[in-house]
């Protein structure tokens, strides 16, 4: 049974860097083409995309974010994590970690989510 | 990138009606379509995939279809449980979009 849940703060300052954390089971990220990725939903809204990693330690990025965006992988840990940086109000929104089918870009399993509000 | 456009955005119906949610993508994307259900404070669901194979444990009053550029969702049959906002979402090309969903609310 593949379960994924987020983990970080809940409030962060404008400017300041956000470190998200996922920490999975029921599968492994070093089995080929396995992949994990984060989704953000601001509220009311459609989710947005933003990284994924794939077992191989290949990483993609939202090319609109990417110059904030750092994700890593935590194998021994079974942890995946997103930092974003200079966060900004309209940052604000539920972060979830999801993970990518092996064949495609399908996010058959995802986190409950981890709302983050950014406020001063 | 990709853009995902929904219709209607929001869609009133009733327990047992048929309705059909449709969804249009900027370029050809094949049938590299998925959706998605998400009901509030839950995260999103994963219910199709490839435009018209139903993940594992969906019910069969959920179909698929389209190719190309145009895509449907349609739900046979409405049930209680099936009131929430769909998401289609295109996987053949990064970045991944989203549509901007379309919330199926009690008439």
């Known amino acids: 049974q593949i379960t994924l849940k987020e983990s970080g703060p809940t409030l962060v300052k404008p400017t300041q860097t956000l470190t998200l954390t996922c920490t999975f089971s029921?599968?492994?990220?070093?089995?080929?083409?396995?992949?994990v990725a984060w989704i953000r939903q601001p509220p009311g809204k459609a989710p947005e995309w933003l990284a994924l990693?794939?077992?191989?330690?290949?990483?993609r990025y939202s090319p609109s974010l990417e110059s904030r965006l750092t994700i890593t992988k935590d194998t021994s840990k079974n942890q995946v994590v997103l930092e974003m940086a200079n966060m900004d109000p309209v940052d604000s929104g539920t972060y979830y970690c999801a993970h990518k089918h092996p064949a495609s870009w399908i996010f058959d399993y995802w986190g409950q989510g981890g709302l983050v509000t950014v406020s001063s | 990138d990709i853009q995902m456009t929904q219709s209607p955005s929001s869609l009133p119906a009733s327990v047992g009606d048929r309705v059909t949610i449709t969804c249009r993508a900027s370029?050809?994307?094949?049938?590299?379509l998925n959706w998605y259900q998400q009901k509030p404070g839950e995260a999103p669901k994963f219910l199709i995939y490839?435009?018209?194979s139903l993940q594992r444990g969906v019910p069969s009053r959920f179909r698929g279809s389209g190719s190309g550029t145009d895509f449907t969702l349609t739900i046979t049959s409405l049930q209680p449980e099936d009131f929430a906002t769909y998401y289609c979402?295109?996987?053949?090309?990064?970045?991944?979009?989203f549509g901007q969903g379309t919330r199926l609310e009690i008439k």
């Open positions: 490839a435009a018209s």
């Open positions: 370029q050809n994307i094949i049938t590299y």
């Open positions: 979402q295109q996987s053949h090309s990064t970045p991944i979009t």
């Open positions: 029921g599968f492994s990220l070093t089995t080929s083409g396995v992949g």
């Open positions: 990693i794939y077992w191989d330690d290949d990483k």
